[in-house]
T-cell receptor, first 114, second 113 residues
Framework: AQKVTQAQTEISVVEKEDVTLDCVYETRDTTYYLFWYKQPPSGELVFLIRRNSFDEQNEISGRYSWNFQKSTSSFNFTITASQVVDSAVYFC???????????FGKGTMLLVSP | EAGVAQSPRYKIIEKRQSVAFWCNPI?????LYWYQQILGQGPKLLIQFQNNGVVDDSQLPKDRFSAERLKGVDSTLKIQPAKLEDSAVYLCASSLWDNYGYTFGSGTRLTVV
C-alpha cells in the first residue's frame, strides 16, 4: 500500500527566511509519480510539480526547489526567501504507475509573517 | 485554457437532506476524479471516471453517495441522505493520460448541520 507522510504539521517563519517542507513516501512500485500542491486560504489546490521515479534530478523554479532522493524515499520542497504570499497548506502526493489516483499526505501549514 | 469548474462554491444543509455537486473538467481531459477533503486532512479519492466509465469507486460510501458522468464530460456527485460527518470540501479534478496535467477545481465546501 502506498503512503505519504508529512511530519511537519505547521511551520512559522519570518519573511525572507528559507524553509524546507519534508515529504516521505512509501510504495512497492518501481514506477511512480510524486507531486506537490499548494492550497491557499481560498481553498483551491494549485499544482506545483510532478516528478517521475526515474528522474532524480533536483529541480529549481524561481524561489522553489525540490530535492528527490530515492535512497531515503523523500521528496522535499524548499522555498528560498519566503514571502507572505507563500502562506498556505502544502501537500505532497504519490501516484503509482497505472493508477492515476493521488494519495496525499496530511499537509504542512506554512505561515510566513512580515 | 479554462480550469476545472465546480458549483456551488458553498452549501449548507441539514442532516438527512440531499445535495448535489457539479463539475466540468478541462476540455479534452478523459479522466475525472472526485475527492473529499475533511478539515485538517489531505484529499481522499471518492471516485474516478475514465470517459464515462467508472475506474475506481472503492472508497465511495455507496449507500449514500452516487456519481455519474454523462457523455464523458460533466459530472455530478450526490449525497442522499447527508450525515454530519459528510461536512467537507468536495474537490473535482481532471487529467490527461497517465495523470499528466492533473488539475483541481476550487471545490464545494459542504456543511451539514
Amino acid at each position: 500500500a502506498q503512503k505519504v507522510t508529512q511530519a511537519q504539521t505547521e511551520i512559522s517563519v519570518v519573511e525572507k527566511e528559507d524553509v524546507t517542507l519534508d515529504c516521505v513516501y512509501e510504495t512497492r512500485d518501481t514506477t511512480y509519480y510524486l507531486f506537490w500542491y499548494k492550497q491557499p486560504p481560498s481553498g483551491e489546490l494549485v499544482f506545483l510539480i510532478r516528478r517521475n521515479s526515474f528522474d532524480e534530478q533536483n529541480e529549481i523554479s524561481g524561489r522553489y526547489s525540490w530535492n528527490f532522493q530515492k535512497s531515503t524515499s523523500s521528496f522535499n520542497f524548499t522555498i528560498t526567501a519566503s514571502q507572505v504570499v507563500d502562506s498556505a497548506v502544502y501537500f505532497c502526493a504519490l501516484s503509482e504507475a497505472g493508477y492515476s489516483t493521488l494519495t496525499f499526505g496530511k499537509g504542512t501549514m506554512l505561515l510566513v509573517s512580515p | 485554457e479554462a480550469g476545472v469548474a465546480q458549483s456551488p462554491r458553498y452549501k449548507i444543509i441539514e442532516k438527512r437532506q440531499s445535495v448535489a455537486f457539479w463539475c466540468n473538467p478541462i476540455s479534452g481531459h478523459a479522466t475525472l476524479y472526485w475527492y473529499q477533503q475533511i478539515l485538517g486532512q489531505g484529499p481522499k479519492l471518492l471516485i474516478q471516471f475514465q470517459n464515462n466509465g467508472v475506474v475506481d469507486d472503492s472508497q465511495l460510501p455507496k449507500d449514500r453517495f452516487s456519481a455519474e458522468r454523462l457523455k464523458g464530460v460533466d459530472s455530478t456527485l450526490k449525497i442522499q441522505p447527508a450525515k454530519l460527518e459528510d461536512s467537507a470540501v468536495y474537490l473535482c479534478a481532471s487529467s490527461l493520460w497517465d495523470n499528466y496535467g492533473y488539475t483541481f477545481g476550487s471545490g464545494t465546501r459542504l456543511t451539514v448541520v
